[in-house]
């Protein structure tokens, strides 16, 4: 049993970009999908597939490589089981400038600062990619 999925989804994005893998398979959840989807919006990743295995799902993602080079360069977990992180809207982190996005799960979904700042919705601060 995994105590924090989100972060095993992350490690795993991360050894496969260490690996130059095309792409890596991560178990789905609810969560984890919507993380994805702002991965595809944001372009971080060329592309990901949901997968039915009978069981909770898997979700298939393509990386992106631009000459060897990763879309990605960081991936981390901010707010962990044992000690949660949680933002108002004014107080929403920026990574590295603008640069790179917080990923935020809200009253309204799971979303960027850059949305949650827009709609004016705070909420605990999952992870920061860059």
């Known amino acids: 049993m995994l105590t924090d999925p989100i972060a095993d989804y992350l490690t795993r994005i991360r050894n496969a970009i260490l690996r130059k893998y095309p792409t890596v398979e991560v178990p789905a959840s609810n969560m984890k999908k919507a993380i994805t989807k702002i991965l595809k919006e944001e372009g971080y990743i060329e592309d990901y597939e949901v997968m039915d295995d009978k069981k909770q799902g898997i979700i298939k993602i393509t ?68």
Not at 68 to 86: C, D, N, Q, W
Not at 93 to 103: F, S
Not at 118 to 129: A, D, T
């Open 63 to 130: 990386l992106k490589y631009e000459d060897g080079v990763s879309a990605i360069s960081g991936l981390e977990r901010i707010s962990k089981p044992g000690l949660r992180h949680y933002s108002t809207a004014e107080k929403l982190p920026k990574v590295l400038n603008g640069l790179g996005i917080a990923i935020i799960s809200t009253s309204k979904g799971v979303m960027t600062d850059a949305k949650a700042r827009s709609e004016n919705v705070g909420g605990e601060v999952l992870c920061y990619i860059w």
